[in-house]
C-alpha cells in the first residue's frame, strides 16, 4: 500500500471563503461534477469561482498545453511544471477569490501531483507534497471529494471521449498506482478527503458530493456568506 505523507495545518480560519476540491483519476467524472456543483451553487446566490488544474489562468492553460499535449517529459521537470502552475494559480486566483469570500471548485489540486507525480512516477510522495506546500504557501482544501472508480471504467470513459491526452494513455500498471495513492491520501486525511464511488450514476454521484459538502456550506451560511 502506498504511504500517504503527514497531513499538515490548513489555514482555513485565514480566510472568509471556502475552498473545495475534487480528485481521482481521469475519467471518474471530475469535470462534471464540478459543473453541477457549482450550478446548483449559484442558483442558490454563492459567489462561485470554478477553475482548474493546470490551466486556470493563462500561463496555466500554456504549462497544460506542454504538459499534456507534448511529447515526453521528465517526471521532476513534470512536478516542477504543475508546482509553477499551482503557485501562480493560487496566488492570482484562488487566495483572492477565498480573500473576497467565494466559494472556490477547482478540477484538481496538489493530491492530483502527490498521486501522480509522487506514487506514480516514483518521485515520493512527500517531497512531491511539500514542493507544492512550498508553492502554494500551505494552502489546503476544506474540502476534498475523492471520485473513485475502477481504472478500467475510467478507462473506458476516457476512451468514450476521442483523443486522449498524454496521461491518459499511461498504462494500466501506471493507474493502479494512481487509484492506490489517492485512497491511501483519503486514509491519511479523512477529516478532508471524502471518498465517493464514481462507478455510480451521476445523479447518485451529486447527491453523495452535496451530502459531504453541505455542512460545509450551511456553516458558512449561519457565518453570512452564502447568497452573501
Not at 459567489?47 to 492553460?61: F, I, K, N, S
Request: charged letters at 30%; a negative charge.
Amino acid at each position: 500500500m502506498s504511504q500517504a505523507p503527514a497531513p499538515p495545518t490548513r489555514d482555513a480560519a485565514d480566510r472568509p471563503g471556502l475552498f473545495l476540491t475534487f480528485e481521482g483519476g481521469d475519467g471518474v467524472g471530475k469535470t462534471t461534477q464540478t459543473r453541477i456543483l457549482a450550478e446548483a451553487l449559484r442558483a442558490e446566490g454563492v459567489e462561485v469561482l470554478v477553475t482548474r488544474e493546470p490551466g486556470g489562468t493563462d500561463l496555466g492553460a500554456e504549462i497544460r498545453r506542454l504538459l499534456l499535449d507534448g511529447g515526453h517529459v521528465d517526471p521532476r521537470a513534470e512536478a516542477l511544471l504543475y508546482a509553477a502552475d499551482r503557485a501562480h494559480h493560487v496566488a492570482t486566483l484562488v487566495r483572492p477569490a477565498l480573500e473576497r469570500g467565494a466559494v472556490v471548485v477547482s478540477d484538481r489540486y496538489l493530491d492530483s501531483s502527490v498521486a501522480y507525480q509522487g506514487a506514480a512516477r516514483s518521485l515520493g510522495a512527500e517531497d512531491v507534497r511539500s514542493l507544492s506546500l512550498w508553492a502554494t504557501g500551505g494552502l489546503l482544501p476544506d474540502r476534498t471529494i475523492l471520485l473513485d472508480a475502477d481504472p478500467a471504467l475510467a478507462d473506458r470513459r476516457t476512451g468514450g471521449r476521442g483523443g486522449r491526452d498524454r496521461l491518459e494513455r499511461e498504462s494500466d500498471a501506471f493507474r493502479a498506482a494512481l487509484r492506490e495513492q489517492f485512497l491511501a491520501l483519503a486514509d491519511a486525511e479523512p477529516g478532508r478527503i471524502v471518498v465517493i464511488d464514481a462507478a455510480r450514476p451521476v445523479e447518485a454521484v451529486t447527491a453523495a458530493v452535496r451530502s459531504a459538502l453541505d455542512p460545509l456550506l450551511d456553516a458558512r451560511s449561519g457565518a453570512g456568506g452564502r447568497g452573501a
